[in-house]
């Protein structure tokens, strides 16, 4: 009975790991079901994957804390903001200090804090400990904030301007102090023409000239202050660019009765893409997201969808990957009793949603019967979606989904199966068995003291690759294995002790993520040890 219960329990773990997540499913690699759910009640309000794909999530609650994820998704580490009490954003220098954006109970300025990556304030070191900017002597709300390649910092956010409300753009130096060289005093109030009433949010990112491109709210053409999509560029002095915009720097769109920019992103080219969440006039309820992309002069893009637009979109929240495709996250409309879930599409580069997606370009992930709001999305080093935001169902607990990826078309691999494999179609042909075409080598020789080195190479460097060495020894007319090891594109085994006289083999399978049959092996020349 025994061996019978070990054979099942063998073929069900064949079973499972032969079972190969499709792109569009949540990576059960991310605490085992693509979710994770914080531990105490806060609203995820931004967050940023770092190169090794640990994840960092500012959160607002009670105060604003900054919360550390494994690439596996264990919690690691929490702290709190410093002097930033509510989080508007953060971002992360190549260092590993922290950023933080905000504001605090006690003042109506932008605040912006710099941490190092425990959490403890950098004051000692030559970065801003705690700097609070004030426009013109009324309320101001960061909303964003981003770090230059060259360490200056740049903050932005809706401010009370000389019109009323507008927005504000802050620029610091490296030790933070505001940047006098950037409109003379650090600071720019966006001259529209007029003030937005219902202005909410600004999103903003650096060019590699060192441009700024800032997205949120401006008045509407009659001057209502409806909130129409604003888009400036900002030239590094701080000046708007008379080059954008038909010659005044900014130009702006109305979608529906208040257009908030979400989140902003730059396609190769030069394009940009805008995520915006477009309400009915005055209302905060009735908002469906928004996609807009322009030509880097600020036209509408006309190859992007109907006239440039896409409403409604998946989601607000937008990911830009290096072919022009993008990712875009929010969350679905109000099901039966009011559940919400997180969403992600995926849109070509013409903004059409990629069928290898999912199927139809579109995925969700579901926390619990609640309203789960997303707030954000990243991306890993090899492109996987991360959505951060808000699962409710008694009270708010921030919650992260990573999902996985397509980054070819449809079985790239023509083996009948949509598979991880796909993600790396430039190396495989269409084989009926799904076997990979890659080119390899693997050599074995004696070196110093009769041992032997076996080495392997190949060119499967972008894939998630897994390939099993063995090193063997011809005994009585039959091949038996005296080392083994599993390595990814490259390696070099070497005997730990001189072998015996015989003669000896190196043989290697393939496998890319999961079995992809059968394939032929690669076996070295023989080498004799006498």
């Known amino acids: 009975m025994k061996r019978l219960v070990w054979i099942i329990a063998v073929l069900l773990s064949l079973a499972t790991s032969n079972a190969v997540a499709a792109p569009g499913d949540l990576d059960e690699t991310f605490s085992r079901d693509g979710l994770v759910t914080g531990a105490s009640a806060q609203a995820a309000v931004d967050l940023v994957v770092a190169d090794d794909d640990s994840i960092l999530v500012a959160a607002n609650g009670d105060r604003g804390e900054l919360h550390r994820f494994a690439p596996s998704g264990e919690a690691i580490a929490t702290f709190t903001s410093g002097a930033v009490e509510q989080i508007g954003a953060i971002d992360v220098r190549q260092a590993g200090q922290i950023v933080v954006g905000g504001g605090a109970a006690i003042s109506a300025d932008f605040l912006v804090a710099e941490l190092g990556p425990d959490g403890t304030p950098a004051c000692a070191g030559t970065g801003l400990c705690v700097v609070q900017t004030d426009f013109a002597g009324g309320a101001d ?130 394009r940009i893409l805008v995520g915006i969440n477009a309400c009915a006039f005055g209302l905060t309820t009735d908002c469906l997201p928004a996609l807009a992309r322009f030509t880097p002069t600020g036209e509408l893009d006309p190859s992007f969808g109907p006239s440039g637009l896409i409403w409604p979109a998946v989601g607000a929240e937008v990911l830009v990957r290096s072919d022009g495709s993008f990712y875009a996250a929010g969350s679905t409309r109000l099901r039966e009793h009011f559940q919400t879930d997180f969403a992600i599409g995926r849109y070509t580069a013409d903004g059409s949603l990629h069928p290898s997606f999912s199927g139809d370009g579109a995925a969700t992930a579901d926390f619990d019967l609640g309203q789960d709001t997303a707030a954000v999305v990243a991306g890993t080093e090899d492109g996987r979606p991360v959505i951060g935001g808000t699962t409710f169902a008694k009270q708010p607990f921030l919650g992260l989904a990573r999902f996985e990826i397509a980054d070819g078309p449809s079985d790239a691999d023509a083996d009948g199966r949509l598979d991880l494999a796909d993600r790396c179609p430039e190396r495989y042909g269409a084989p009926a068995t799904g076997c990979p075409l890659i080119h390899r080598s693997l050599t074995l020789k004696i070196v110093r003291g009769g041992r032997l080195r076996a080495r392997l190479t190949s060119d499967l460097d972008s894939c998630m690759v897994r390939q099993p060495v063995r090193l063997q020894v011809r005994k009585s007319g039959r091949w038996g294995t005296v080392l083994r090891g599993r390595t990814g594109s490259r390696a070099s085994f070497v005997s730990k002790r001189p072998l015996p006289d015989g003669k000896y083999r190196a043989t290697v399978k393939a496998t890319v993520s999961a079995p992809l049959g059968r394939c032929a092996k690669d076996v070295s020349k023989l080498a004799s040890v006498d």
């Open 141 to 270: 709300r960061l909303r964003d904030v981003v770090v230059a390649p060259d360490g200056s910092t740049v903050a932005v956010g809706t401010v009370t301007g000389p019109a009323g409300n507008q927005l504000g753009v802050a620029r610091y130096l490296p030790d933070g102090t505001l940047d006098a060289s950037f409109s003379g005093d650090g600071k720019l109030i966006i001259d529209t023409g007029g003030a937005s009433s219902f202005a909410k949010n600004a999103v903003a990112h650096i060019l590699a000239d060192g441009s700024i491109l800032l997205a949120g709210a401006g008045p509407g053409p009659d001057g209502s202050g409806r909130g129409d999509l604003l888009l400036a560029k900002i030239e590094p002095d701080g000046d708007l660019d008379p080059t954008f915009g038909g010659g005044d720097g900014f130009v702006t769109v109305n979608i529906d009765g208040r257009d908030d920019a979400m989140s902003i992103g730059v396609i190769p080219g030069g």
